[in-house]
């Protein structure tokens, strides 16, 4: 069966600092993964999302990266963390159906 | 104008009844559509997905879906404590998914 995981779990991290998180999932082959974020009582924006091996698009403009160096592998990435980053950011795959989250990183910068 | 819309809430029903949730969609070329539940502090699970006109059961839940009024729908019979949580409508269209922001639905014991 195909499970996804994200990690950590919770992070806090001051101003300015980098941050990254990984997704990574098995059980399946090329899927499309998406990388997402949710503010406080607010609805999933979409950041990134790659349907291959080093595709990534960018649906909003903002300090954060994304890459996909392995098939199942998928990577958040910032330079230097804004306190609006702050938020709930959960990874997903799908394999052209239906979307599955991994658990979450709460992210809080101070 | 938003992909996804929805009525935010906040929904109560007593505990047995019929929970109603919406959702429109703006995009006519979209073809698959989607319900999430999701707990606070928890990501979303997937409870139903639907891909043609007409209606879909799975055990409490049904789902519903119009693509003339650009309409998907979920009924939650027999609304259990549990229930209580938002609920996301998405539908994917082009490789993404396009999240409405959720109804959040409490059922009163």
């Known amino acids: 069966s195909q499970t996804i995981h994200q990690w950590p779990a919770t992070l806090v991290q001051p101003v300015g600092s980098p941050l990254s998180l990984e997704c990574t999932v098995e059980?399946?082959?090329?899927?499309?993964l998406y990388w997402y974020r949710q503010a406080a009582g607010r609805g999933l924006q979409l950041l990134f999302y790659?349907?291959?091996?080093?595709?990534i698009s960018s649906e909003v403009p903002q300090n954060l990266s994304a890459s996909r160096p392995q098939d199942r592998q998928f990577i958040l990435s910032s330079k230097k963390l804004l306190l609006s980053d702050s938020g709930f950011y959960l990874c997903?795959?799908?394999?052209?159906?239906?979307?599955?989250f991994g658990q979450g990183t709460r992210l809080t910068v101070v | 104008q938003k992909e996804v819309e929805q009525n935010s809430g906040p929904l109560s029903v007593p505990e047995g009844a019929i929970a109603s949730l919406n959702c429109t969609y703006s995009?006519?070329?979209?073809?698959?559509f989607f319900w999430y539940r999701q707990y606070s502090g928890k990501s979303p699970e997937l409870i139903m997905s639907?891909?043609?006109?007409g209606d879909k059961e799975d055990g409490r839940f049904t789902a519903q879906l119009n693509k003339a009024s650009q309409y998907v729908s979920l009924l939650i019979r027999d609304s259990q404590p549990s229930d209580s949580a938002t609920y996301l409508c998405?539908?994917?269209?082009?490789?993404?998914?396009?999240f409405g922001t959720g109804t959040s639905l409490t059922v009163i014991p």
């Open positions: 995009d006519r070329v979209s073809q698959s």
């Open positions: 997903a795959w799908s394999t052209g159906g239906e979307a599955f």
């Open positions: 790659s349907v291959g091996i080093g595709q």
């Open positions: 059980g399946t082959s090329n899927p499309n």
């Open positions: 998405a539908v994917l269209r082009s490789n993404q998914f396009y």
């Open positions: 639907i891909y043609s006109n």
